[in-house]
């Protein structure tokens, strides 16, 4: 079955980039993703990577993906306050099955 | 914004009763899906639904069900409440059957007093 797995918090001065962690364990083809919550909101879709590829850059944010370990990062370059929220690793296999999300990791940003 | 709406935000209500949570998707989805978020439990898939047909079924209690109506708007009823229902309830719409970019509503946070 599918598992998400994330470390719970990340403090990270303002200006530093930040580097979110995940790992999933089902190996078939999957999708894999990145949503954003902040306060009293809802989860907003970042990006997501198929597990044929390796890198996929959209202005400050980079996912990088290692097969090998079933490792997902996601690099925040220059990271704001504004960034400060929860951010969700979730996966689904070939986007067909419901996502499964990690617990997600708590991005505190210091000024 | 991502264009799914939720009715109502906030709803406080008693154990043993029932309520009925609301979802209009973006225009255009066919697909609507219901997730809770609660503290111990994270964030957790119930059911989906593709243009009026249930899709996919996930750890929804029997005292849970759904529907996807023909305006494709969608209803989540909860009854027989329990303290431990209270959580927030998410909605989440895509275009396809594929859940590849699903966008989600502001969720309805459910208080069972």
């Known amino acids: 079955g599918e598992d998400v797995e994330q470390s719970l918090f990340l403090s990270v001065r303002e200006g530093d980039s930040s580097v979110i962690n995940c790992t999933y364990t089902d190996s078939s083809s999957t999708y894999l993703y990145w949503y954003k919550q902040e306060p009293g909101a809802g989860l907003q879709l970042l990006t997501y990577i198929f597990s044929n590829m390796d890198m996929k850059q959209d202005q400050r944010l980079t996912v990088l993906l290692n097969k090998k370990d079933k490792h997902l990062s996601l690099r925040i370059a220059d990271t704001q306050t504004g960034d400060s929220a929860i951010y969700f690793c979730a996966e689904s296999i070939q986007g067909n099955t419901p996502l499964v999300f990690g617990k997600g990791t708590r991005l505190s940003v210091i000024a | 914004d991502s264009g799914v709406t939720q009715t109502p935000k906030h709803l406080i209500t008693a154990t043993g009763q029932r309520v009925t949570l609301r979802c209009s998707p973006r225009s255009g989805d066919l697909s609507v899906y219901w997730y809770q978020q609660s503290l111990d439990q994270g964030l957790q898939f119930l059911i989906q639904y593709y243009n009026g047909e249930e899709r996919a079924k996930g750890n929804i209690l029997e005292r849970f069900s759904a529907q996807q109506f023909p305006d494709l708007h969608s209803e989540l009823n909860l009854s027989s409440l329990e303290l431990g229902d209270s959580a927030l309830y998410f909605c989440?719409?895509?275009?396809?059957?594929?859940?590849?970019?699903?966008?989600f509503g502001q969720g309805t946070r459910l208080t069972v007093v």
């Open positions: 989440a719409s895509s275009v396809e059957q594929r859940n590849t970019e699903a966008f």
